[in-house]
C-alpha cells in the first residue's frame, strides 16, 4: 500500500499549457510539501502545508498554485507553462523532520 | 555560497569498498541531519537521522556530525551494487519543517 502517491507519472506538455499533479498520503502526517528536482538533481523545497494551512512558500512563480482540500492531499497546478519548468516534482509528508516523498512526476515542457 | 555543499561525484567503488560521503553546510542552526538514498527514477528515502553531533550506526551504514566543522558523513561498509544510488544529505533547523538538501552524490559500486 503506497504510503504517498502521485500522479501522473510523467507529463508531457506544450509551452503555455495549465496542468495539475496530485498528491495523496495515508500516513496520517500532518505536513505535506512539494519539491523541485532539477537535471543536476539538486531538490529545492517549494510549498509546505501544515494541515490545510500554507505555512512555506519559496520564492516560486504565481504561475504555481498549490491546494490542499484536506491534510491527506495536496495539489499541484501550474498555469502558463514554460520550458523552464521541465524537472521532476516530488510530493512529500512529514512526520517531525522526517520526509517521505512520492516516486515524483516527471514534467517536460516542449 | 550555498547553504549545504555536497560533491556531486560520480563516486565509482569496488564491491566491498568503504564509501565515504561528505557535506559541509553554513548554518549553524541546523540541528537535525539526514541521509537520504534515491535510486534512479524513484524518490528520496530516509536512510540515516541524527539529532545534533555524534554517531550513529545502523547495518553498514554510519552517520557522523560534526557540528564544530559544520561537516557531516556517511560511511558504508562491505558496499554492495544495490547501494549504487545518490546519496543526498539534509538538514533543518528547530522548526524542522524546512528541509535543506545537498546536491547529491551519485555513488556506483562495481561487482
Known amino acids: 500500500d503506497t504510503a504517498v502517491s502521485q500522479t501522473p507519472k510523467y507529463l508531457v506538455t506544450q509551452m503555455g499549457n495549465d496542468k495539475s499533479i496530485k498528491c495523496e498520503q495515508n500516513l496520517g502526517h500532518d505536513t505535506m510539501y512539494w519539491y523541485k528536482q532539477d537535471s543536476k538533481k539538486f531538490l529545492k523545497i517549494m510549498f509546505s502545508?501544515?494541515?490545510?494551512?500554507?505555512?512555506i512558500n519559496e520564492t516560486v512563480p504565481n504561475r504555481f498554485s498549490p491546494k490542499s482540500p484536506d491534510k491527506a492531499h495536496l495539489n499541484l497546478h501550474i498555469n502558463s507553462l514554460e520550458l523552464g519548468d521541465s524537472a521532476v516534482y516530488f510530493c512529500?509528508?512529514?512526520?517531525?523532520?522526517?520526509?517521505?516523498f512520492g516516486s515524483g512526476t516527471q514534467l517536460s515542457v516542449l | 555560497q550555498k547553504e549545504v555543499e555536497q560533491d556531486p561525484g560520480p563516486l565509482s567503488v569496488p564491491e566491498g569498498a568503504i564509501v565515504s560521503l561528505n557535506c559541509t553546510y553554513s548554518?549553524?542552526?541546523?540541528?537535525?541531519f539526514m541521509w537520504y538514498r534515491q535510486y534512479s527514477r524513484k524518490g528520496p528515502e530516509l536512510l540515516m537521522y541524527?539529532?545534533?553531533?555524534g554517531n550513529k550506526e545502523d547495518g553498514r551504514f554510519t552517520a557522523q556530525v560534526d557540528k564544530s566543522s559544520k561537516y557531516i558523513s556517511l560511511f558504508i561498509r562491505d558496499s554492495q551494487p544495490s547501494d549504487s544510488a545518490t546519496y543526498l544529505c539534509?538538514?533543518?533547523?528547530?522548526?524542522?519543517?524546512?528541509?535543506?538538501f545537498g546536491t547529491g552524490t551519485k555513488l556506483q559500486v562495481i561487482p
Open positions: 512529500a509528508s512529514s512526520f517531525r523532520e522526517k520526509l517521505f
Open positions: 548554518n549553524s542552526a541546523f540541528q537535525y
Open positions: 502545508y501544515n494541515n490545510k494551512e500554507l505555512i
Open positions: 541524527t539529532y545534533s553531533s
Open positions: 539534509a538538514m533543518s533547523g528547530r522548526g524542522y519543517q524546512k528541509v535543506t
